[in-house]
T-cell receptor, first 116, second 114 residues
Framework: AQKVTQAQTEISVVEKEDVTLDCVYE???????LFWYKQPPSGELVFLIR??????QNEISGRYSWNFQKSTSSFNFTITASQVVDSAVYFCALSEAAAAGNKLTFGGGTRVLVKP | DTAVSQTPKYLVTQMGNDKSIKCEQNLGHDTMYWYKQDSKKFLKIMFSYNNKELIINETVPNRFSPKSPDKAHLNLHINSLELGDSAVYFC?????????????FGPGTRLTVL
């Protein structure tokens, strides 16, 4: 069965500090996809990134970067030079190719609080 | 311009009542979902429809019945509401049922059962 664990429930930083969010997953499938979503205080869920199980290249998008390591079943997310607008709950999620439908299994989320 | 919309945004009701939440997407997607987010922010899938056909039906009480009149709509009807049904319900949509496809979420409906 698929499982996603985000061990950090809340992280508090001061603006301009870097923050790394951990995500560890479990799956028996060889083909799977990992996602990160952001949920700002307004409540909506915003898609940030998708990574497939065969692509271990790290990715950078502006101040956001992602480190995917199959050897440790981790897909960590770093915000560089954090800003107050980054304050949100961040969810890591997993979808297995072999599973029926497109079932997203979410981690418990990490709340990031960026103080000015 | 809203891609995935839900109505109502807030719903407050008494135990035992029956209520519905509506969802519409204008992205041209053929797959829609319902997720429940509890008070601890934990998100769990409830249902998924592809071309009006039920694809995913997680362990959800029979009191919850989804209905998809067409590909652009997926409504959620809840009978005999209980206190434990209080949560935020998110509708989502995607293009196809491949695990590759990202899901686009609606703004959520906060349901409070008194």
């Amino acid at each position: 069965a698929q499982k996603v664990t985000q061990a950090q429930t809340e992280i508090s930083v001061v603006e301009k500090e870097d923050v790394t969010l951990d995500c560890v997953y479990e799956t028996r499938d060889t083909t799977y996809y990992l996602f990160w979503y952001k949920q700002p205080p307004s409540g909506e869920l915003v898609f940030l990134i998708r990574r497939n199980s065969f692509d271990e290249q790290n990715e950078i998008s502006g101040r956001y970067s992602w480190n995917f390591q199959k050897s440790t079943s981790s897909f960590n997310f770093t915000i560089t030079a954090s800003q107050v607008v980054d304050s949100a709950v961040y969810f890591c999620a997993l979808s297995e190719a072999a599973a029926a439908g497109n079932k997203l299994t979410f981690g418990g989320g990490t709340r990031v609080l960026v103080k000015p | 311009d809203t891609a995935v919309s839900q109505t109502p945004k807030y719903l407050v009701t008494q135990m035992g009542n029956d209520k519905s939440i509506k969802c519409e997407q204008n992205l041209g997607h053929d797959t829609m979902y319902w997720y429940k987010q509890d008070s601890k922010k934990f998100l769990k899938i409830m249902f998924s429809y592809n071309n009006k056909e039920l694809i995913i039906n997680e362990t959800v009480p029979n009191r919850f019945s989804p209905k998809s009149p067409d590909k652009a709509h997926l409504n959620l009807h809840i009978n005999s509401l209980e206190l434990g049904d209080s949560a935020v319900y998110f509708c989502a949509s995607s293009h196809g049922t491949s695990a590759y496809n990202e899901q686009f979420f609606g703004p959520g409906t906060r349901l409070t059962v008194l």
